[in-house]
């Protein structure tokens, strides 16, 4: 199974005129930032090569690791001609952090499975290994060492406390902790940052302050093992794509993209072991803030939250509430019967050409804030689900679904419609008017790969939808008669 990848996303979007002024700027872990920036006299921080760029200039960063202090702070802004980028050069990974270890021999024990070190750092995110977690400043409660419940610090004066999820001494784990943000962005518009890996973030790993970026992409970048969120405050305009999410938040409120812009692009990207959602559109006041584009991204491994709750303990890989219009298609989401996939409480989204594998369940419409009505879901194709293929309660409609192809295997299906439950595929096509939607094994090539295999009822079976003309590897859509179902067209290149 293939995805578009990094340089086929760089060869397509970037094509962007320079002025004719526009220099190019380096960055190596061993440079001097008293030197002039060229190659062969390279800079040694970012922070220097922040201060320094005008529009249309290039910073490439050499593979090494770059601490940034309290935060990298990129405060000159590009313009829609000459935009300013920040990437890396393509010799190694690129590690950006302001995370620091904790020596081992710092921890001490206070009682039971209770740790402290003695610190002079602000503290606003703990990690053990490549894991964060629980903080006071999330929803859980914690506001003294004696709150602490297993996978969470405390911070006071000059001391951090910890409970690991395992009981264990840190002494036997790699500690880390982080003042805050990673990168912050203030009026930073026309900002390309690219190839680069944001990690230990102690709140986000980017962070918008002020409002007034925008047009901001981050393309090709790893974001992971973040405190709260991979993207927060993410500037109007902007593209998101072909990023590699993984290890964010430790409870249900952290997310790898939160934001509340208009205008955004998200596709493209793998969002991994994400404890709240993989994105979470909200409004909060944000008039306008609908209309996104989100394809072609992968969902995989839920991570279970650790503090107590009831319930689900796996949240929802795509929250889309408040504001709608938004276009969500060949998208592919693995639920592993742990998780959600697309939660909407937001009005007139289209919902085209996903794959669902193991959903719980695949799609939730709501009605508890208000009637979300005539969301279009088309060309879908779910196989298994944990309980309902979809959660419809009463009152949520209307709502319109047709095309889409159901399946699952070794376990009685079953769907939901304005509050009734029907086990029975005919009953709920006839209730839910799916005239031309189907029940059959859909041949996936794996559970792992669920692109259809020739011969499989999803192909030629879906609605026309000039929306969706290509699939989530960018072959043409259609191959054949018509569209197929999925995120997945089938071509010769399918097994």
């Not at 009005?347 to 804030?369: C, K, Q």
């Not at 295999?453 to 026309?464: N, T, V």
């Amino acid at each position: 199974m293939r995805h578009l990848t990094f340089a086929m996303l760089a060869a397509a979007c970037c094509g962007v005129a320079m002025s004719a002024g526009a220099a190019t700027y380096f960055v190596v872990p061993g440079g001097n930032d008293a030197d002039p920036g060229t190659e062969s006299q390279p800079w040694r921080t970012l922070q220097k090569a922040a201060d320094s760029v005008q529009p249309g200039d290039t910073v490439r960063i050499r593979a090494g690791d770059y601490p940034v202090g309290k935060s990298w702070d990129v405060r000159r802004a590009g313009t829609d001609t000459a935009p300013i980028a920040y990437r890396a050069y393509g010799d190694g990974p690129v590690r950006i952090t302001n995370a620091r270890v904790i020596p081992a021999s710092a921890w001490k024990r206070l009682r039971d499975d209770i740790y402290y070190a003695e610190l002079s750092d602000k503290v606003d995110g703990v990690f053990q290994n490549d894991i964060p977690l629980h903080g006071p400043q999330g929803r859980v409660g914690i506001k003294s060492e004696a709150d602490l419940i297993p996978n969470s610090f405390f911070a006071r004066d000059d001391r951090v406390y910890v409970r690991l999820e395992d009981g264990s001494d840190p002494k036997r784990s790699v500690m880390r902790t982080s003042p805050g943000h990673t990168v912050q962005l203030f009026g930073c518009h026309y900002t390309i940052f690219e190839g680069l890996t944001v990690e230990f973030g102690g709140r986000n790993a980017f962070k918008a302050q002020g409002g007034n970026a925008h047009h901001v992409t981050y393309r090709g970048n790893t974001i992971r093992s973040v405190r709260s969120q991979g993207i927060q405050g993410v500037p109007p305009y902007a593209i998101i794509e072909g990023n590699l999410f993984q290890k964010i938040g430790c409870n249900r409120w952290d997310h790898g993209i939160y934001t509340a812009t208009p205008g955004v692009t998200i596709r493209h990207n793998v969002f991994e072991e994400i404890a709240g959602a993989a994105i979470h559109l909200f409004k909060e006041g944000a008039t306008g803030a609908g209309g996104y584009e989100i394809y072609g991204n992968v969902c995989r491994k839920p991570r279970k939250v650790t503090y107590p709750t009831t319930g689900n303990r796996c949240y929802t890989d795509m929250i889309i509430w408040e504001e709608g219009g938004n276009r969500i298609y060949n998208n592919v989401f693995y639920g592993e019967g742990k998780r959600t996939s697309i939660d909407l409480n937001s009005p007139n989204n289209l919902v085209y050409n996903n794959t669902f594998v193991d959903g719980a369940p695949a799609i939730r419409f709501r009605s508890e804030w208000g009637i979300q009505p005539h969301n279009r879901v088309f060309n879908n194709l779910f196989h298994n689900s944990a309980g309902s293929f979809m959660a419809w309660p009463a009152n949520a409609l209307p709502q319109r679904l047709d095309h889409n192809l159901y399946h699952a295997a070794g376990a009685n299906p079953s769907w939901q419609h304005d509050g009734m439950t029907y086990t029975r595929f005919s009953e709920y096509r006839a209730a839910a008017g799916e005239a031309e939607s189907i029940y059959a094994d859909p041949k996936l090539v794996s559970q792992t790969d669920p692109r259809p295999r020739p011969g499989s009822p999803a192909i030629d079976k879906g609605a026309a939808l000039p929306e969706v003309r290509a699939d989530i590897e960018g072959v043409a859509r259609p191959q054949g008669a018509g569209w197929d179902i999925g995120a997945y067209e089938v071509s010769a290149r399918v097994p």
